[in-house]
């Protein structure tokens, strides 16, 4: 017997034999003629092949039928034939797996010695008749460990009921990326992934929260219901903040913060960020610098040149030695900004310090785009604004830290969603978030990229992300980006290419030991929710749970 009812394979179930391989292509497993072809899927599928002097750990990647007769085609049992396909089955006609050998264990579970690792990567393969069997639970909590002061469960393998966990202290060491097609769930991956980041680590967050997701409520808009954001489930941990406060009111949120950016509070490094997005040209963001110059002035600049009469341009061309094009085109652009209802003169406003004060304690805040989240020009823009303020004041602590008897920052994660706006080729070298990527980690911040389109954000980025998440995505392009780097590229994009399009992810990186494709736990239920506040993932959690239980 080697499935449970269920249709899953049972734990240590036999399977085959190995028949030959290799390392870096995989090594092919001929199935048992008792062990059913369909129940193995792959990326799935985790196996343990018992060598002579190891076991080797590896995943399925493939699943291939074969003949030893060319002629089986021609004389294939008919329906009406039963008896004719079982004598052939497993003999003549049988099931191959391609495994990917990943990592080596002890050749009797628990037999490392004292100091040594319990798994080692996998640099041979095993012998031609080595026998191979489902992995165990023990062997999977071996490798991925269970849910403890530094470990967050994610989830469960495809084919095993047993915890897949992330080291979140590593996890956030480095950038960090959840990709997928529209609908996957990345936002539900996120909620999670932050959730274990408050559990386990001293890390604060900061979330752009473009589509109002991960504060106070969110959507889960495949079933049409609300889901609990993260201010429900860790009350004490989590700040909101939002752009829109009607919004907020007509939702039910009550925000900790309204957030309003003054004219003076922008700078002409602001507006260079937005160059791209407002389309203006070297000689237009150079000008902007000249105008925030002009010494009668001053930090009110922006709103003094918003203000000004399109018939008094010709004294500042000459005033300032620029084309009359030049300001003309960059007067109309910036026009653009005037439509945000959250820039204007608010010259006493803190609400940027409040953000900033409350990530230094160490809490997470999640900004709300209201209403706006639908223009990408207010994303942009406020993202851009704030990130700059934020990563400035991490480097300056750090460095002050280094030299004076002056406390570190709380490492720090800034959550983007539409990650390619900020980080293409094209604009990842002027943004603070390419600074990030590239260098964040020196002074104890990190990104967590949300895309869709990880094609579209610069490689030299996508080589500094040390855990990738990446759900199912139909672009072959963005498979190639969201692949790049990983050893046995090939094999993962097969496991890729078989999640189905929700609740299912491929991990691979820092904080996980071996690439593995899983179910994504449950997030959406009372019971889910108590779990999490739990910190568990058991079948059964007291009613009586408290989100400030882990996160106070």
Same mark, same amino acid.
């Given at each position: 017997?080697?499935?449970?009812?269920?249709?899953?394979?049972?734990?240590?179930?036999?399977?085959?034999?190995?028949? @030959?391989?290799? /390392?870096?292509?995989? &090594?092919? =497993?001929? %199935?048992?003629?008792?062990?059913? !072809? #369909?129940?193995?899927?792959?990326?799935?599928?985790?196996?343990?092949?018992?060598?002579?002097?190891f076991?080797?750990?590896?995943?399925?990647?493939?699943?291939?039928?074969?003949?030893?007769?060319?002629?089986?085609?021609?004389?294939?049992?008919?329906?009406?034939?039963?008896?004719?396909?079982?004598?052939?089955?497993?003999?003549?006609?049988?099931?191959?797996?391609?495994?990917?050998?990943?990592?080596?264990?002890?050749?009797?579970?628990?037999?490392?010695?004292?100091?040594?690792?319990?798994?080692?990567?996998?640099?041979?393969?095993?012998a031609?008749?080595?026998?191979?069997y489902?992995?165990?639970?023990?062997?999977?909590?071996?490798?991925?460990?269970?849910?403890?002061?530094?470990?967050?469960?994610? @989830?469960?393998? /495809?084919?095993?009921? &047993?915890? =897949?966990? %992330?080291?979140?202290?590593?996890? !956030? #060491?480095?950038?960090?990326?959840?990709?997928?097609?529209?609908?996957?769930?990345?936002?539900?991956l996120?909620?999670?992934?932050?959730?274990?980041?408050?559990?386990?680590?001293?890390?604060?967050?900061?979330?752009?929260?473009?589509?109002?997701?991960?504060?106070?409520?969110?959507?889960?808009?495949?079933?049409?219901?609300?889901?609990?954001?993260?201010?429900?489930?860790?009350?004490s941990?989590?700040?909101?903040?939002?752009?829109?406060?009607?919004?907020?009111?007509?939702?039910?949120?009550?925000?900790?913060?309204?957030?309003?950016?003054?004219?003076?509070q922008?700078?002409?490094?602001?507006?260079?960020?937005?160059?791209?997005?407002?389309?203006?040209?070297?000689?237009?963001?150079?000008?902007?610098?000249?105008?925030?110059?002009?010494?009668?002035?001053?930090?009110?600049?922006?709103?003094?040149?918003?203000?000004?009469?399109?018939n008094?341009?010709?004294?500042?061309?000459?005033?300032?030695?620029?084309?009359?094009?030049?300001?003309?085109?960059?007067?109309?652009?910036?026009?653009?900004?005037?439509?945000?209802?959250?820039?204007?003169?608010?010259?006493?406003?803190?609400?940027?310090?409040?953000?900033?004060?409350?990530?230094?304690?160490?809490?997470?805040?999640?900004?709300?785009?209201?209403?706006?989240?639908?223009?990408?020009?207010?994303?942009?823009?406020?993202?851009?604004?704030?990130?700059?303020?934020?990563?400035?004041?991490?480097?300056?602590?750090?460095q002050?830290?280094?030299?004076?008897?002056?406390?570190?920052?709380?490492?720090?994660?800034?959550?983007?969603?539409?990650?390619?706006?900020?980080?293409?080729?094209?604009?990842?070298?002027?943004?603070?978030?390419?600074?990030i990527?590239?260098?964040?980690?020196?002074?104890?911040?990190?990104?967590?990229v949300?895309?869709?389109?990880?094609?579209?954000?610069?490689?030299?980025?996508?080589?500094?992300?040390?855990?990738?998440?990446?759900?199912?995505?139909?672009?072959?392009?963005?498979?190639?980006?969201a692949?790049?780097?990983?050893?046995?590229?090939?094999?993962?994009?097969?496991?890729?290419?078989?999640?189905?399009?929700?609740?299912?992810?491929l991990?691979?990186?820092?904080?996980?030991?071996?690439?593995?494709?899983?179910?994504?736990?449950?997030?959406?239920?009372?019971?889910?929710?108590?779990?999490?506040?739990?910190?568990?993932?058991?079948?059964?959690?007291?009613?009586?749970?408290?989100?400030?239980?882990?996160?106070?």
């Open positions: 017997m080697t499935a449970q009812h269920d249709g899953r394979l049972a734990p240590g179930a036999y399977l085959g034999v190995v028949v @030959g391989g290799s /390392l870096s292509e995989g &090594v092919e =497993v001929k %199935l048992a003629s008792q062990a059913s !072809v #369909e129940e193995v899927k792959a990326g799935g599928t985790f196996v343990v092949m018992r060598g002579a002097r076991r080797f750990l590896g995943l399925v990647t493939d699943v291939t039928l074969q003949s030893a007769d060319r002629n089986l085609a021609a004389v294939a049992p008919t329906p009406d034939d039963p008896f004719a396909a079982q004598v052939l089955a497993g003999t003549t006609a049988y099931g191959v797996l391609n495994v990917l050998p990943q990592l080596t264990l002890p050749l009797v579970a628990g037999d490392a010695q004292p100091g040594e690792p319990a798994y080692q990567p996998a640099r041979t393969v095993p031609h008749f080595a026998p191979t489902v992995a165990s639970a023990a062997d999977i909590a071996l490798v991925f460990g269970t849910e403890d002061a530094q470990h967050f469960s994610i @989830g469960n393998p /495809l084919d095993l009921e &047993v915890n =897949v966990c %992330l080291d979140m202290p590593r996890f !956030v #060491e480095r950038s960090s990326g959840v990709f997928g097609k529209t609908g996957t769930g990345k936002s539900f996120t909620r999670l992934l932050l959730i274990g980041m408050m559990q386990k680590t001293k890390t604060a967050s900061l979330v752009f929260d473009m589509g109002n997701d991960y504060g106070w409520a969110g959507r889960d808009r495949e079933r049409g219901r609300a889901v609990k954001g993260l201010k429900q489930i860790a009350p941990r989590v700040s909101v903040f939002t752009l829109d406060e009607e919004d907020s009111r007509r939702r039910g949120v009550k925000p900790d913060g309204m957030v309003r950016i003054s004219y003076d922008v700078t002409p490094r602001d507006i260079h960020l937005l160059a791209e997005m407002l389309n203006l040209t070297p000689l237009a963001a150079q000008a902007v610098y000249r105008l925030a110059r002009k010494q009668d002035w001053g930090k009110d600049w922006l709103k003094r040149f918003l203000d000004l009469p399109a008094e341009l010709d004294s500042l061309v000459h005033e300032l030695g620029e084309h009359q094009e030049t300001l003309g085109a960059l007067h109309r652009r910036l026009e653009t900004l005037r439509r945000m209802p959250f820039l204007g003169d608010f010259p006493e406003d803190q609400s940027v310090q409040r953000i900033l004060e409350n990530l230094e304690r160490g809490q997470h805040v999640i900004l709300e785009f209201g209403g706006h989240g639908r223009s990408l020009d207010a994303y942009l823009f406020v993202t851009n604004f704030i990130t700059s303020r934020v990563y400035d004041r991490w480097v300056k602590r750090v002050a830290a280094q030299s004076e008897a002056a406390k570190e920052p709380p490492s720090l994660a800034i959550v983007i969603e539409e990650a390619h706006k900020f980080l293409s080729e094209q604009v990842a070298g002027l943004t603070p978030f390419g600074a990527a590239r260098e964040g980690r020196k002074f104890k911040v990190s990104l967590l949300i895309d869709q389109r990880p094609s579209a954000i610069d490689p030299e980025v996508m080589s500094q992300i040390g855990t990738k998440v990446v759900c199912l995505l139909d672009n072959e392009k963005d498979v190639e980006a692949l790049a780097g990983a050893a046995g590229k090939s094999a993962l994009r097969r496991v890729l290419a078989s999640l189905e399009s929700r609740q299912q992810a991990l691979f990186g820092d904080a996980v030991p071996i690439p593995v494709a899983v179910r994504v736990r449950e997030y959406g239920s009372e019971s889910s929710y108590r779990e999490l506040a739990r910190g568990g993932h058991a079948k059964e959690v007291s009613r009586e749970a408290n989100g400030d239980d882990l996160f106070g």
